[in-house]
């Protein structure tokens, strides 16, 4: 079983910052990858960013130039800093981790962000 929690989401104006945290114990053991996600209601996930423990990052571009990715491998978690955010950021973020010794991956909950004046 791969644990995985996101925190850090919430009511932000226009033009504000968020960071996200992943949190999932076997990133700091035998997982080597975080990637980011985000679904508002009624549209497909879409995939933000990823980043590995080699410190190969991958972004989207629908985000890209506004958010940054980074991995604390001790303590097992993944952040993902937004900046400059719009109204079209709204939605809900999941972290997945997967990349793990035996093959399994896991989601978290997500967190919601709201974007709004």
């Known amino acids: 079983q791969v644990q995985v929690m996101e925190s850090g989401g919430g009511l932000v104006q226009p033009g504000g910052s968020l960071r996200l945290s992943c949190t999932a114990p076997?990133?700091?053991?035998?997982?080597?990858?975080a990637a980011w996600y985000r679904q508002t209601a009624g549209a497909q996930r879409e995939w933000v960013s990823s980043?590995?423990?080699?410190?190969?990052?991958n972004y989207g571009e629908s985000m890209q130039g506004r958010v940054t990715a980074s991995l604390d491998k001790a303590e097992g978690t993944a952040y993902l800093q937004m900046n400059n955010l719009k109204p079209e950021d709204t939605a809900v973020y999941s972290c997945?981790?997967?990349?793990?010794?035996?093959?399994?991956?896991?989601w978290g909950r997500g967190t919601q962000v709201t974007v709004a004046s």
């Open positions: 076997r990133l700091a053991s035998d997982c080597r990858t």
């Open positions: 980043i590995s423990e080699s410190g190969a990052v």
């Open positions: 997945r981790i997967f990349g793990c010794r035996d093959g399994l991956a896991g």
